[in-house]
């Protein structure tokens, strides 16, 4: 049985194992970039509402990519970070299972792929202006599926990580958030290509600042069902990874 | 058995999510933005678009882009463009419509272009001026490195002609481009134009393999029946007496695909289009020069297999649409009929 004060006390340590590395300088860091891409649109100005829709798609596309970035990057390097140093044999001396340790790590990596997310996309959506017609609905199931989409991206890097070394795990993990969907494009003609985890399919950016309107119900729930699935195996498998392990 | 357990699981979701990724992608939608030409023309004509021109979100866009370098032998200029692709089309239609006897009103535009060639690149005077991302000497506050980045990296001064590459080294780019987006009709317009030099079939069976997916995009029809056009041209004479059988078939295949475009394009093809080609819907320049094609070239092909009655009742129904085309009014006129 999960031990949900275990896992949360496992996550608190990771997020202030990475506050404690000044990742949140790298954070603050690309926020100012940010802040500053924006700030030189403002003064330069929108020639027409065409290039309003334009900076919003950059924006949230770059929202949308940093926040997968860091919840990959932490997920891909919890497990490896923490046999490196041994700190991990004080942890399962303790009465803690080992299927809490992943869950909490990835706790950790989706809280804060999900914080860098939720401020960024604050920033944009008050910072950035809305020139032209865009539909709220897509904007809600934008912001609604990115959840299961930081998990799922948070699931993978996790799962790499405890399957191959760190390095080559995040590779092939950041070829599949930001590649899966290209080469599903490429092959949609060969099924087997359907089965590459490929989080990038919840991304409704485009859709969204395209003025589209959003998907149905069914599509939706379809989508959200393909990200859960994805994340109940890929955490499994983690866990199964973990206990096979001697540690 | 936990592990028989878990592969029969693992293998279930693979297949569940393999069945749901089949069937759900929010990308592929209808209309939108990205898709509209006027609205990309009036993104890419503003300052911040040239600033961030390399940041486009879709893979074809980042590729058309890349083309587009290429063809401007490495040098990186301003964004400029709509399409490179039915700029190059509408040349062949008025190169087409001359062989078949229509002369187009807006000719002049077109045989304006002043082209020559040096070391095998083909030096466009038309389209000099167009600013060039990394700029002048005289507009570059960086100094010397201005001077090593103009040395370093592909530059020609934007006060000369363009240069322009053979784009059939681009083919396969083209073929990638409509991979990722089955949708992008300038993918294909623009790989059909390119890969006729090489083939003429192979042309058409690209162009098809876009009708296929776009079954109902007028601008791929009038792309087949001019390159079936090209290729009654290579066979035998267009304008003889008696056609032989060969050309006479492929006019025939090429009046129906110029047939079918027009009556496409008559469904999608807005009222308020104005003196540029432009109108609401996404209706662009490129869009009104293929339609203006496909009205012109119905009139014509008709008349080249002999029909020159119906030609001129296709002319006074295409007069509807386009009253100021002079070779529409030249072939509705009834004396022109006897005269051919």
């Known amino acids: ?247 | 058995m936990k592990s028989l357990l878990f592969s029969i699981f693992t293998l279930a979701v693979l297949l569940i999510n393999a069945l749901l990724s089949m069937r759900v992608d929010p990308l592929p939608y209808t209309g939108g933005r990205a898709r509209d030409e006027e609205e990309r023309a009036r993104r890419n004509s503003s300052s911040l678009a040239a600033m961030f021109g390399e940041f486009r979100t879709t893979l074809s866009d980042v590729m058309f882009i890349k083309t587009e370098r290429y063809l401007h032998a490495g040098v990186g200029y301003a964004v400029h463009h709509t399409a490179m692709s039915a700029e190059d089309l509408a040349e062949e239609v008025d190169e087409h419509q001359s062989e078949l006897g229509v002369h187009d009103d807006h000719d002049h535009h077109h045989h304006d272009h002043d082209h020559e060639h040096i070391e095998g690149l083909e030096i466009d005077h038309e389209h000099a001026g167009t600013a060039t991302l990394i700029p002048r000497a005289d507009r570059d506050f960086r100094g010397p490195i201005g001077r090593l980045h103009r040395e370093v990296k592909p530059w020609r001064d934007p006060s000369k002609p363009h240069a322009h590459t053979d784009g059939r080294e681009l083919l396969p780019w083209f073929r990638v481009m409509t991979m990722s987006d089955p949708g992008y009709i300038q993918g294909y317009v623009a790989g059909g134009f390119w890969l006729q030099t090489e083939s003429l079939d192979l042309a058409i069976s690209f162009i098809e393999e876009g009708l296929e997916k776009n079954p109902d995009d007028f601008q791929l029809h009038v792309s087949r029946g001019l390159l079936r056009v090209r290729k009654a041209r290579r066979a035998g004479d267009l304008n003889a007496a008696v056609l032989e059988p060969e050309v006479r078939s492929l006019l025939e295949l090429a009046l129906a695909d110029v047939l079918r475009a027009a009556e496409l394009m008559q469904r999608v093809r807005p009222d308020d289009v104005d003196e540029d080609g432009f109108g609401s819907g996404g209706w662009g320049r490129y869009h009104e020069s293929d339609a203006m094609a496909s009205a012109h070239l119905s009139v014509s092909l008709t008349r080249n297999l002999g029909d020159h009655q119906t030609a001129a009742e296709l002319a006074r129904t295409f007069l509807e649409i386009f009253p100021d085309s002079v070779p529409l009014q030249r072939a509705a006129d009834p004396e022109n009929i006897h005269h051919e």
């Open chain 1, 1 to 247: 049985m999960i031990n949900c004060n275990h896992v949360l006390l496992i996550a608190r340590g990771a997020v202030l194992e990475m506050l404690r590395r000044k990742d949140l300088a790298v954070l603050g860091l690309f926020m100012g970039l940010f802040l500053l891409l924006v700030g030189v649109s403002r003064f330069v100005g929108f020639d027409n509402p065409a290039t309003g829709t334009f900076l919003l798609n950059l924006s949230l596309t770059l929202i949308v990519g940093l926040s997968h970035l860091i919840a990959l990057t932490m997920s891909a390097r919890q497990m490896p970070d923490e046999l490196e140093r041994r700190t991990l044999y004080p942890l399962l001396a303790r009465p803690v299972r080992r299927a809490d340790v992943i869950l909490g790590k990835w706790s950790a990596s989706l809280f804060t792929g999900l914080v860098v997310f939720s401020a960024m996309m604050f920033l944009a959506l008050v910072l950035v202006p809305k020139l032209e017609t865009y539909q709220i609905g897509t904007l809600l199931q934008l912001l609604v599926l990115q959840l299961p989409a930081l998990a799922f991206t948070a699931a993978l890097g996790l799962y790499f990580s405890m399957r191959m070394p760190r390095l080559l795990g995040l590779f092939l993990g950041a070829i599949l958030v930001y590649g899966a969907g290209y080469v599903v494009s490429f092959g949609r003609n060969f099924p087997i290509v359907h089965v590459l985890p490929n989080p990038g399919r919840l991304n409704l950016v485009v859709r969204y600042t395209d003025g589209v309107a959003p998907l149905a119900a069914g599509e939706f729930l379809m989508l959200a069902l393909y990200a859960c699935l994805w994340i109940v195996l890929l955490v499994a498998a983690t866990i199964r990874l973990f206990h096979t392990r001697s540690v």
